[in-house]
T-cell receptor, first 115, second 111 residues
Framework: GAVVSQHPSRVICKSGTSVKIECRSLDFQATTMFWYRQFPKKSLMLMATSNEGSKATYEQGVEKDKFLINHASLTLSTLTVTSAHPEDSSFYIC???????????FGQGTRLTVV | GQNIDQPTEMTATEGAIVQINCTYQTSGFNGLFWYQQHAGEAPTFLSYNVLDGLEEKGRFSSFLSRSKGYSYLLLKELQMKDSASYLCAVRLYNQGGKLIFGQGTELSVKP
């Protein structure tokens, strides 16, 4: 149990376009999901907390207009990188926590390359 | 602010024991997690400590001292497949499960 599916696993896009990344909890309901960004050989940096049915809470320094987060249902959160630029190239990972469980479970991650 | 420190790199020999330390200074504490991450993959859960003491799970053990802001992950009978990055993460109190991660320790296991 407690499977989190993230899609796509890899995406290459042109500079200026937008990319949507999906995070789904397959066998549990997640009222809260988290979005992280990870640079090579660095740790996970929390970008935002996504709450079902309400606006996401962004960490300091993260542009909310650039990284649009939508948590439309208890099993789906999406991150849209708008007007992507090469500096947005990174590994993006979501996590979800089931109510009553201690640990958060991570999606497989999305490798975004902006050319 | 939040601060979590781990050594950047460690090297150990197959079959040996290695201890990865983590110190933290955070505003509020509601548990400490250890995750394993192989290159290009998502982190996988290893252990969780919220009370002081040692938690043992097979070849992996994790220790916590809340008064010292200190934890360690102990890996026994090292195998080559244990070569990975090990992430220490603190869950903040009353922030909906938010985790703050350390920079990770890259462990290389040599034959």
């Amino acid at each position: 149990g407690a499977v989190v599916s993230q899609h796509p696993s890899r995406v290459i896009c042109k500079s200026g376009t937008s990319v949507k990344i999906e995070c789904r909890s397959l066998d549990f309901q997640a009222t809260t999901m988290f979005w992280y960004r990870q640079f090579p050989k660095k740790s996970l940096m929390l970008m935002a907390t996504s709450n079902e049915g309400s606006k996401a809470t962004y960490e300091q320094g993260v542009e909310k207009d650039k990284f649009l987060i939508n948590h439309a249902s208890l099993t789906l959160s999406t991150l849209t990188v708008t007007s992507a630029h090469p500096e947005d190239s990174s590994f993006y990972i979501c996590s979800a926590q089931e109510v009553g469980r201690t640990e958060a479970f991570f999606g497989q991650g999305t490798r975004l390359t902006v050319v | 602010g939040q601060n979590i420190d781990q050594p950047t790199e460690m090297t150990a020999t197959e079959g040996a024991i290695v201890q990865i330390n983590c110190t933290y200074q955070t505003s509020g504490f509601n548990g400490l997690f250890w995750y394993q991450q192989h290159a290009g993959e998502a982190p996988t859960f290893l252990s969780y400590n919220v009370l002081d003491g040692l938690e043992e799970k097979g070849r992996f053990s994790s220790f916590l001292s809340r008064s010292k802001g200190y934890s360690y992950l102990l890996l026994k009978e090292l195998q080559m497949k244990d070569s990975a990055s090990y992430l220490c993460a603190v869950r903040l109190y009353n922030q909906g499960g938010k985790l703050i991660f350390g920079q990770g320790t890259e462990l290389s296991v040599k034959p």
